[in-house]
Nanobody, 121 residues
Framework: QVKLVESGGGWVQPGGSLRLSCGSSGFGFEYHAIGWFRRVPGKEREGVSC????????YYFASVKGRFTVSRDNAKNTSYLQMDSLKPEDTGIYYC??????????????WGRGTQVIVSS
């Protein structure tokens, strides 16, 4: 059974940090790119970041570049999203997804259920 499970969300004050984790099982994690997405209140789900299967390539949505860092540990079947200098507009539900390559949302085969991030004073 394929599973992707996000964890690490919570409440943080503006300027704070959180590290999200995406644990997986049931498929070849090391052969899949991992994308991170979020659904911000009142908006459609949007891409945040992506990391290639080997970790050699990373991509970031413009508004998070320089603040978020994506990584992965294939030995642990886990990807991480380090989020620093968080802003209230980063509030939302964060999802991870697995696909053969980084790209459009429709190209991801497996999705987690999301973890809530709230940035507020």
């Amino acid at each position: 059974q394929v599973k992707l499970v996000e964890s690490g969300g919570g409440w943080v004050q503006p300027g704070g940090s959180l590290r999200l984790s995406c644990g997986s099982s049931g498929f070849g994690f090391e052969y899949h790119a991992i994308g991170w997405f979020r659904r911000v209140p009142g908006k459609e789900r949007e891409g945040v970041s992506c990391i290639s299967d080997t970790g050699g390539q990373t991509y970031y949505f413009a508004s998070v570049k320089g603040r978020f860092t994506v990584s992965r540990d294939n030995a642990k079947n886990t990807s991480y999203l380090q989020m620093d200098s968080l802003k209230p507009e980063d509030t939302g539900i964060y999802y991870c997804a697995a696909g053969l390559m980084c790209g459009a949302e429709t190209g991801y085969d497996y999705w987690g259920r999301g973890t809530q991030v709230i940035v507020s004073s």
